[in-house]
């Protein structure tokens, strides 16, 4: 569960890097966790309504997409499925390891700051801290480590939700605060 535990926890900063590292760790860590499962005999996760559910949609969105004679739909629709079982395995892996979700706030919290220091030093000298220079035409977008990818505030927005989770759950673990 280490390795599983790093990658999952990566996934966020794989994500400034590109779709390419979060969608291998996802398959990897699927995988993985349908292996063990299997090699276990632990059978007690797919008992669960919500993952019955949820393969019961996948599989009429695989009907639909058939029907349609669309390819680019059957194949996005195909391995849909793998959200699902990268959700269930994320409450697995939080379940086992409680010191996960302290790691996780830990980076997410280092990638925030990250993020905030190098957009203002591009803010002020139009470039990030490794240099790269983005072409703002008409213009000025702050992009930080994305280089041309323009979704610096879409990642902010998406994964505050997370670290003020994180933070409040952290508060709460503590012993020595009594904060909520």
Known sequence: F????????????????GPFFPDLFLVIITLYFLFFSILKKNFLVFKNNYLKFFLLFCLYLIIISVFTYNFLSIKSSLF??????FAFFSSYLIFYNTNILKNLFYLLLFIYLSLFLDSIYQYFFSKNIFGFVHDYGKNFRITSFFNDDEVLGSYVARFFPLLTF?????????????FI
Request: cysteine-free; overall charge positive.
């Open 2 to 17: 280490d390795l599983l535990s790093i990658l999952f926890i990566f996934i966020t900063f794989t994500l400034i890097i």
């Open 166 to 178: 994180l933070l409040i759950w952290n508060i709460k673990t503590e012993k020595s605060f009594n």
């Open 80 to 85: 849909y499925f793998r959200f699902g079982l």
